[in-house]
């Protein structure tokens, strides 16, 4: 029972800042014209009426973000004879497109067949810029019978033409209860002048956006450049009036259970796995005004030499009991609602310390999303290579002081 704790720690990280992310992203712009649904399609069925089965395929993921014995992978060639290798290779989305993407560039294969890529910057480059291969929706038939509807319809791959989730998160508030005796509800809360000192915003641009956004009452997804610098004004404000304690990366989670900062934005599965390994008592919402779903893909890059088997390895995936396998490792949110009534089974057979975990795991809301959470999701403001530049340059300064 193993679980992860970093993923998103990775994001803030890198190594890469937010502005040289945009200066790489810059170097693609004009590069190639992203496809029409049609013409994917069309292109789509194309390319994999010549494919032919092979018996091997090589997955690029995250750092820990499988279960540890790899017992998924094993039991997938077991039933199809396809050998996978499983490189941990990923530590952030911008360090792993500036390698691949020359790569793609000069019609060389990245050597993957499928990779793992969170929805924004990079996933839009990938697709603008042609460098992923439309799925093959016949070969869904796992995922289109098992996930859920909130994971068939996405803003930023409307029709799952080019991804499909792995496993995904949400941002939130939370707070300390020690310090903080009634549960705050609303965006305000965090622009609330009796915390003053004690608020928690992050240092990631997309994140902070959202919740600007969120703050004047505007969706990120469908976001103006004139809203954006209303709600870069909104943070400006607040970060003004002594508000904001620090733009963190997730050291806020050791801030918020020492006390450092009483309220803050959170991922929903740092809450869950702060208050699982270490005893804490911090509690999480998504805010009345609108959270933040961020979704990790699966995608098959340009010159896959494996592509049908990677397809066979992405829909194995949405078997109940494969994904029921991997949340239970990862704790993250999982696309198929069916796996909680399995890890509800498994907790109920199992003993001790694994126990415990499995029975936090399958009751834990911030691992199940009510309906009214997930109504209030909504995905980041969606970045591309024409506007990446300016939504940098009204969102960076504010973190930067």
Same mark, same amino acid.
């Given at each position: 029972?193993? %679980?992860?704790?970093?993923?998103?720690?990775?994001?803030?990280?890198?190594?890469?800042?937010?502005?040289a992310?945009?200066?790489?992203?810059?170097?693609?712009?004009?590069a190639a014209?992203?496809?029409?649904?049609a013409?994917?399609e069309?292109?789509a069925?194309?390319?994999?009426?010549a +494919?032919? *089965?092979?018996?091997t395929?090589t997955f690029?993921?995250?750092?820990l973000?499988?279960?540890p014995?790899?017992?998924t992978?094993?039991?997938?060639?077991?039933?199809t004879?396809i050998k996978?290798?499983y490189?941990?290779?990923?530590?952030?989305?911008?360090? #792993?497109?500036a390698?691949?993407?020359?790569?793609?560039?000069?019609?060389?294969?990245?050597?993957?067949?499928?990779?793992v890529?969170t929805?924004?910057l990079? #996933?839009?480059?990938?697709v603008?810029?042609?460098e992923?291969?439309?799925?093959?929706?016949s070969?869904?038939?796992? #995922?289109?019978?098992n996930?859920?509807?909130a994971y +068939?319809?996405?803003s930023f791959? *409307?029709g799952?033409? &080019?991804?499909?989730p792995?496993a995904?998160?949400s941002t939130?508030?939370?707070w300390n209860?020690?310090y903080?005796?009634?549960?705050?509800?609303?965006i /305000?809360?965090?622009?609330?002048?009796?915390?003053a000192?004690?608020?928690?915003?992050m240092?990631?641009?997309?994140?902070i956006?959202?919740?600007g956004?969120?703050?004047i009452?505007?969706d990120?997804e469908n976001?103006?450049q004139?809203?954006?610098?209303?709600?870069?004004?909104?943070?400006?404000?607040?970060?003004? %009036?002594?508000?904001?304690?620090q733009y963190?990366d997730?050291? &806020?989670?050791?801030?918020l259970s020492?006390?450092?900062?009483?309220?803050t934005?959170a991922?929903?599965?740092?809450?869950?796995?702060? /208050?699982?390994?270490?005893?804490?008592d911090?509690? #999480?919402?998504v805010?009345?005004?609108?959270?933040t779903i961020?979704?990790d893909?699966?995608?098959?890059?340009?010159?896959?030499?494996?592509?049908? %088997?990677?397809m066979?390895?992405?829909?194995w995936? &949405?078997?109940?009991?494969?994904?029921?396998?991997?949340?239970?490792?990862?704790?993250?949110?999982?696309?198929?609602?069916?796996?909680?009534?399995?890890i509800?089974s498994? %907790?109920?057979?199992a003993?001790?310390?694994d126990?415990?975990t499995?029975?936090?795991?399958?009751?834990?809301?911030?691992v199940?999303?009510?309906?009214?959470?997930?109504?209030?999701l909504?995905?980041y403001?969606?970045?591309?290579?024409k506007n990446?530049?300016?939504?940098?340059?009204?969102?960076? *300064?504010?973190v930067a002081?």
């Amino acid at each position: 029972m193993t %679980a992860r704790y970093s993923r998103r720690a990775a994001l803030q990280l890198g190594g890469l800042s937010a502005a040289a992310l945009t200066a790489a992203a810059c170097g693609v712009q004009g590069a190639a014209k992203q496809q029409s649904t049609a013409q994917a399609e069309s292109a789509a069925d194309k390319f994999w009426k010549a +494919q032919k *089965p092979t018996g091997t395929v090589t997955f690029a993921n995250w750092a820990l973000y499988i279960d540890p014995d790899h017992q998924t992978l094993k039991d997938f060639t077991a039933k199809t004879g396809i050998k996978v290798t499983y490189d941990e290779v990923i530590q952030d989305d911008s360090s #792993f497109f500036a390698k691949i993407h020359p790569q793609l560039a000069s019609g060389q294969s990245t050597g993957y067949d499928i990779m793992v890529i969170t929805d924004g910057l990079e #996933f839009s480059e990938l697709v603008e810029l042609g460098e992923a291969i439309p799925l093959d929706q016949s070969m869904l038939t796992n #995922f289109h019978q098992n996930a859920g509807a909130a994971y +068939q319809h996405r803003s930023f791959d *409307p029709g799952n033409v &080019y991804s499909v989730p792995w496993a995904s998160g949400s941002t939130g508030i939370a707070w300390n209860p020690k310090y903080i005796k009634t549960p705050p509800t609303s965006i /305000n809360d965090l622009w609330n002048p009796a915390y003053a000192g004690h608020v928690g915003m992050m240092s990631d641009p997309q994140e902070i956006a959202n919740f600007g956004l969120f703050k004047i009452g505007v969706d990120p997804e469908n976001s103006t450049q004139k809203e954006w610098q209303a709600a870069a004004a909104a943070l400006k404000q607040q970060r003004g %009036a002594g508000i904001v304690r620090q733009y963190y990366d997730q050291s &806020y989670i050791n801030a918020l259970s020492k006390g450092d900062v009483w309220i803050t934005m959170a991922w929903s599965g740092d809450i869950f796995q702060q /208050n699982l390994s270490a005893g804490t008592d911090l509690q #999480f919402i998504v805010p009345k005004e609108g959270g933040t779903i961020w979704t990790d893909n699966m995608m098959i890059p340009k010159y896959a030499a494996n592509p049908v %088997a990677a397809m066979q390895l992405i829909d194995w995936y &949405y078997q109940p009991r494969m994904a029921a396998t991997l949340t239970e490792a990862i704790n993250y949110i999982t696309p198929v609602p069916a796996v909680q009534d399995i890890i509800k089974s498994d %907790a109920a057979s199992a003993k001790g310390s694994d126990k415990a975990t499995l029975e936090a795991v399958a009751t834990s809301p911030l691992v199940w999303l009510s309906a009214a959470d997930y109504a209030r999701l909504k995905n980041y403001v969606p970045i591309t290579s024409k506007n990446q530049s300016t939504f940098y340059g009204i969102f960076q *300064p504010v973190v930067a002081g």
